[in-house]
């Protein structure tokens, strides 16, 4: 063990492991959204439509090319939410979304 390493105790192996390899298996774990073209998406970022999509529950459509801004990541790396002009509680789908 050389000096300055730093360990940290991993709870799933029960084993003490380099801080820098728990590092490395922390940000594999993470979730990363990407929209259809295959950016990643984040918190607060704004998106275009790719495709017309009909909203179940509202009765309206939203047309290709409509911007959605501030989304927000769900835990779900196929869906983000949303708000539009009334339509609280709106989820999309990843792959009807570019990042703007």
Avoid at 9 to 27: H, I, K, L
Avoid at 56 to 83: F, H, M, N, W, Y
């Amino acid at each position: 063990m050389a000096d300055g390493d730093e360990y940290v105790y991993d709870e799933a192996t029960g084993e003490w492991r380099p801080a820098s390899e728990m590092a490395v298996a922390a940000a594999e774990d993470e979730i990363q959204v990407r929209d259809a073209a295959g950016t990643i998406l984040a918190d607060g970022d704004s998106v275009t439509l790719i495709k017309d999509l009909k909203v179940k529950g509202a009765g309206t459509t939203l047309k290709q090319g409509t911007v959605i801004r501030s989304i927000r990541l769900t835990g779900d790396p196929d869906e983000i939410d949303c708000r539009f002009d009334g339509i609280k509680g709106l989820v999309l789908r990843t792959e009807f979304v570019r990042k703007r």
